[in-house]
């Protein structure tokens, strides 16, 4: 059924689109008896109201963009939850893009928000960004923009802000833990450098093994995809190359982690006995494998949230013709030790 609009109305009833927009509005210069006829006629004819229409004819759309990498796992759901639900008690409403990891898309993404009048935009980088233009452009334009989780690192502006977890102490606490369990031969799992999670958690790792007095082997390092078969490739290629397995393995993703046990347990090696494992994001199937695995927990609704709330406070600045208060929010990660990586009796 074809939808009925505003200036089919006003023809029907031989009344000017403006007058039929007052009555609908209730506006106190039309008659009470208009006001009746227009309602009468919307009623039966089921007209529904341009509400982004009528919203930018305000100057406001009340919509957010978000823009996340995906929309699989448990991560990124739950960001966005806590985004929908902070945005939907400030009366905002939010249209979710997902780039799939793939830089092009990103920037399809960005066009089609900033077509719909999007009033701000959260995004996570996909992993193959490298090239920021896109993000320059809305900067120069004066986008309110919030980065959560995946950044680019030294992008400043006004309209910037950004969410982060601290991955540096995450990880940090990760080898720490695992150092204190016994383990003196730490793998590290890591994705791109350029991707602001994993160069910080790469540094945790490799500043633990330092302060802890530990030496820092390259070949216990693998670059490898994030994902389960990306830790089963990484693991298979330690078993392979090197005399002697590590004693643990931390990944900078709990599906690279629980790759990475799958070959443990497949080459006859226990869990943690043999090799302690440990991952990063809390991902719902954590408590599911067998062991259970240890990982660190990233605060994913504090995290949409706070985007919400810093897009929020840049939009008030600029209603209220006042320059945007760009601020950088980092949350505290939470160490959940579970059974993959105990090798010494709970005090």
Avoid: W
């Avoid at 606490?173 to 150092?179: E, K, P, R």
């Avoid at 949409?304 to 008030?316: D, E, K, Y």
């Amino acid at each position: 059924m074809q939808r009925v609009s505003l200036t089919e109305l006003a023809k029907q009833l031989n009344l000017s689109p403006s007058t039929v927009s007052r009555a609908l509005a209730d506006h106190s210069e039309v008659s009470e008896a208009t006001k009746a006829r227009v309602r009468k006629l919307a009623q039966e004819l089921n007209y529904q109201p341009n509400q982004l229409a009528a919203a930018l004819r305000r100057g406001r759309s009340n919509t957010l963009g978000v823009l996340v990498p995906h929309i699989t796992g448990h991560f990124f759901p739950q960001v966005v939850h806590g985004i929908a639900t902070e945005a939907s008690k400030a009366g905002f409403t939010v249209m979710i893009c997902q780039s799939n990891e793939d830089a092009a898309q990103e920037k399809k993404n960005i066009e089609l928000l900033r077509h719909n009048q999007v009033e701000g935009i959260m995004v996570s980088l996909a992993n193959t960004t490298q090239d920021i233009s896109h993000f320059e452009e809305l900067r120069q334009q004066g986008v309110p923009l919030v980065f959560f989780d995946r950044v680019v690192e030294d992008f400043r502006g006004a309209n910037v802000s950004a969410v982060v977890l601290d991955d540096h102490a995450g990880a940090y606490q990760v080898v720490q833990h695992l150092i204190e369990q016994g383990c003196r031969r730490i793998a590290h799992f890591s994705g791109p450098l350029h991707m602001s999670i994993h160069k910080n958690r790469h540094q945790g790792y490799r500043d633990a093994l330092r302060d802890h007095g530990l030496p820092l082997d390259e070949q216990l390092i693998v670059f490898c995809e994030q994902s389960q078969a990306g830790g089963t490739e990484a693991m298979q290629r330690l078993l392979r190359e090197l005399p002697a397995p590590p004693d643990a393995v931390f990944a900078s993703n709990d599906l690279a982690a629980v790759g990475a046990m799958r070959v443990i347990k497949a080459a006859g090696l226990r869990v943690p006995q043999d090799v302690a494992v440990a991952g990063f994001s809390n991902e719902t199937f954590t408590t599911l494998t067998e062991p259970n695995l240890t990982s660190v927990d990233q605060g994913c609704e504090t995290m949409g949230i706070s985007a919400v709330r810093l897009l929020q406070q840049m939009l008030h600045h600029t209603a209220e013709h006042r320059q945007p208060q760009p601020r950088n929010v980092v949350l505290k990660p939470q160490l959940l030790v579970r059974e993959s990586s105990l090798r010494k009796p709970r005090k």
